[in-house]
């Protein structure tokens, strides 16, 4: 994008344009030019880049994460007396985790706790269901525990 609006001229431009002190047909039609490089800049960075999905087995690892992730905000509420109720619940709803949501520090602690315990396991579970794979279709891609490709 920013090699497109640089081969464009378009910095030099928008420095032109802030020299107008009135809406002048010289100034509209650079403002519009402008806009109408940026838009292509924006469709070209958009057609570059290439989108990263999650892996199909690390769906119940994000979810879990998240779920984490927002117990603990809840906690740092309860910590400095805010109730954090309504927006955890909406959080946890928003991906489908159906958690009850503590209201002691005690209570929470335990809960993230077996939750830390369980996202582990997942991870280790997720990390042979994805060796398997690799072995059955692409034994020249194995991994080792780092994630990384190992040597042939």
């Given amino acids: 994008?920013?090699?497109?609006?640089?081969?464009?001229?378009?910095?030099?431009?928008?420095?032109?344009?802030?020299?107008?002190?009135?809406?002048?047909d010289q100034a509209i039609t650079l403002a519009e030019n402008l806009d109408h490089l940026i838009g292509e800049a924006g469709t070209a960075g958009e057609n570059k880049c290439t989108r990263r999905r999650a892996t199909w087995y690390s769906n119940t690892i994000v979810k879990a994460r998240l779920e984490i992730s927002y117990l603990k905000h809840h906690r740092n509420g309860l910590q400095l007396g805010q109730d954090r109720s309504f927006t955890t619940r909406f959080k946890l709803d928003a991906v489908g985790s159906d958690l009850q949501i503590p209201t002691t520090l005690e209570a929470i602690d335990t809960l993230i706790t077996e939750l830390l315990e369980n996202l582990h396991a997942k991870r280790q579970e997720d990390f042979r269901l994805r060796q398997q794979f690799l072995d059955i279709e692409?034994?020249?891609?194995?991994?080792?525990?780092?994630?990384?490709?190992k040597d042939p």
């Fill in 1 to 24: 994008m920013h090699s497109h609006l640089l081969c464009n001229n378009s910095f030099a431009r928008a420095i032109s344009l802030d020299n107008y002190s009135i809406a002048t």
């Fill in 138 to 149: 692409h034994p020249e891609a194995t991994q080792s525990k780092s994630g990384k490709k």
